[in-house]
């Protein structure tokens, strides 16, 4: 989303996301010299590094540009601070641009990044269409180009991204488990973005496979998500409340979604099922006559930093991948309240799957702890 926590990506996903674009408003671009201030959740800290600083960081600070198509809502606030401390703890002089969900500003942003010195840039999220043409700039000028859930054919760039198929796979089957067959079900989803449109592809095959009516599909990307779905979905489930449940694969939608079903008193007999994790996530989902029973997620300030250091191994020379996945977890609300989880950090605690910190790492590197 996601995330999701989007772009023509997976919004990031993530988030995209998903996967999230929430109310927030952030700077057009900001410096990362304020990396340290909070990582989502608990101040974040960095292992000790055993190994010797390789080419280009063993000569001082490695500028580097993380340009976003959106840093708004909870999932993808989580991701840049992830991403921010991790900088930080590598020495990675880190300029952020966000574009506010602005398509043409992002290729601007990018373009700005490119004159910027940038040693590397990291996309994250973004419509190819628009982008596509900066990141072959970016590419013949010798820059490192690492995307996260963005679809991109350009030789010599690096795709990082949440598995997104699974993602769905895994809060699908609980959507299957819990409707049974021949269920009657809503849909709330937006064409375009990498990370929805490979959901959307399980979810087709689920809908077949459990002979499901799909009785609507709704939904937009702003850059207040959530706020601007809850009227589409009221307007469906006005036509269609016999739905009994609604998948919405990013958690922007879902929460969306939920205030909605809140809104036309559906909440006992529509459920509502997510992807992407967050902190308000958690919150909706386990709030009493919460319809949102199950999401499927990575953990996005994990996320963040794994890009970041991703980034710096290809920067190293020692990547020898183009690709790199995030792994992504089914949660319940049952297993959210039974373990009376609240927030992140007791998440990442009851589910050690979400620890990122074996992957895209290295001996000189200090990996952030989230």
């Given at each position: 989303?996601?995330?999701?926590?989007?772009?023509r990506?997976?919004l990031?996903?993530?988030?995209l996301?998903?996967?999230?674009?929430g109310?927030?408003?952030?700077?057009g671009?900001?410096?990362?010299?304020?990396a340290?201030?909070?990582?989502g959740?608990?101040?974040?800290?960095?292992?000790?590094?055993?190994?010797?600083?390789?080419a280009p960081?063993?000569?001082?600070a490695?500028?580097?540009?993380?340009?976003?198509?959106?840093?708004?809502?909870?999932?993808?606030?989580?991701?840049?601070?992830?991403?921010?401390a991790?900088?930080?703890?590598?020495?990675?002089?880190?300029?952020?641009?966000d574009?506010?969900a602005d398509?043409?500003k992002?290729a601007?942003?990018l373009?700005?990044?490119?004159?910027?010195?940038?040693?590397?840039i990291?996309?994250?999220?973004?419509?190819?269409?628009?982008?596509?043409?900066?990141?072959?700039?970016?590419?013949?000028?010798?820059?490192?180009?690492?995307v996260?859930?963005?679809?991109?054919?350009?030789?010599?760039?690096?795709?990082?991204?949440?598995?997104?198929?699974?993602?769905?796979?895994?809060?699908?089957?609980?959507m299957?488990k819990?409707l049974?067959?021949?269920?009657?079900?809503?849909?709330?989803?937006?064409?375009?973005?990498a990370?929805l449109?490979?959901?959307?592809?399980?979810?087709?095959?689920?809908?077949?496979?459990?002979a499901?009516?799909?009785?609507?599909?709704?939904?937009?990307?702003?850059?207040?998500?959530?706020?601007?779905n809850?009227?589409?979905?009221?307007?469906?489930?006005?036509?269609?409340?016999?739905?009994?449940?609604?998948?919405?694969?990013?958690?922007?939608?879902?929460?969306?979604?939920?205030?909605?079903?809140?809104?036309?008193?559906?909440?006992?007999?529509?459920?509502?099922?997510?992807a992407?994790?967050?902190?308000?996530?958690?919150?909706?989902?386990?709030?009493a006559g919460?319809?949102?029973?199950a999401?499927?997620?990575?953990?996005?300030?994990?996320?963040?930093?794994?890009?970041?250091?991703?980034?710096?191994?290809?920067l190293?020379?020692?990547?020898n991948?183009?690709?790199?996945?995030?792994?992504?977890?089914?949660?319940?609300?049952?297993?959210?309240?039974?373990?009376?989880?609240?927030?992140?950090?007791?998440?990442?605690?009851?589910?050690?799957a979400?620890?990122?910190?074996?992957?895209?790492?290295a001996?000189?590197i200090?990996?952030?702890?989230?």
């Amino acid at each position: 989303m996601p995330r999701t926590r989007l772009p023509r990506t997976r919004l990031p996903l993530a988030a995209l996301s998903l996967a999230s674009l929430g109310a927030l408003v952030l700077s057009g671009c900001s410096q990362s010299t304020d990396a340290s201030k909070d990582t989502g959740d608990t101040a974040a800290s960095a292992s000790a590094v055993t190994g010797k600083k390789p080419a280009p960081f063993s000569a001082g600070a490695v500028k580097v540009a993380l340009v976003r198509q959106s840093g708004a809502g909870d999932y993808f606030e989580q991701w840049g601070n992830g991403a921010k401390a991790q900088a930080k703890a590598l020495g990675i002089d880190l300029t952020v641009y966000d574009a506010q969900a602005d398509n043409a500003k992002q290729a601007t942003d990018l373009s700005s990044a490119i004159n910027s010195g940038a040693k590397a840039i990291i996309i994250d999220h973004g419509f190819p269409a628009t982008i596509q043409p900066e990141i072959d700039k970016a590419v013949q000028k010798g820059i490192k180009v690492v995307v996260y859930d963005v679809e991109t054919a350009t030789k010599g760039v690096v795709s990082t991204k949440q598995d997104d198929a699974s993602m769905a796979k895994a809060v699908l089957d609980v959507m299957a488990k819990d409707l049974g067959k021949n269920a009657k079900v809503g849909y709330v989803n937006v064409a375009g973005y990498a990370a929805l449109d490979k959901r959307d592809s399980v979810w087709k095959g689920t809908v077949d496979n459990n002979a499901w009516k799909q009785e609507f599909k709704v939904g937009k990307v702003t850059d207040s998500t959530a706020t601007d779905n809850v009227p589409l979905v009221s307007a469906a489930l006005t036509q269609h409340s016999d739905v009994t449940g609604v998948f919405a694969p990013y958690d922007e939608l879902a929460k969306g979604t939920v205030l909605a079903v809140q809104n036309k008193k559906l909440q006992d007999k529509v459920k509502v099922f997510g992807a992407d994790v967050s902190n308000a996530d958690i919150q909706q989902m386990t709030a009493a006559g919460s319809p949102w029973v199950a999401t499927a997620g990575t953990d996005p300030s994990a996320v963040g930093a794994a890009v970041v250091r991703t980034t710096a191994l290809e920067l190293a020379g020692q990547l020898n991948k183009t690709s790199v996945q995030f792994p992504a977890v089914a949660i319940t609300q049952d297993f959210l309240r039974k373990n009376k989880i609240g927030n992140m950090d007791q998440l990442r605690e009851a589910l050690p799957a979400l620890n990122l910190a074996q992957v895209s790492t290295a001996d000189w590197i200090s990996n952030v702890a989230h």
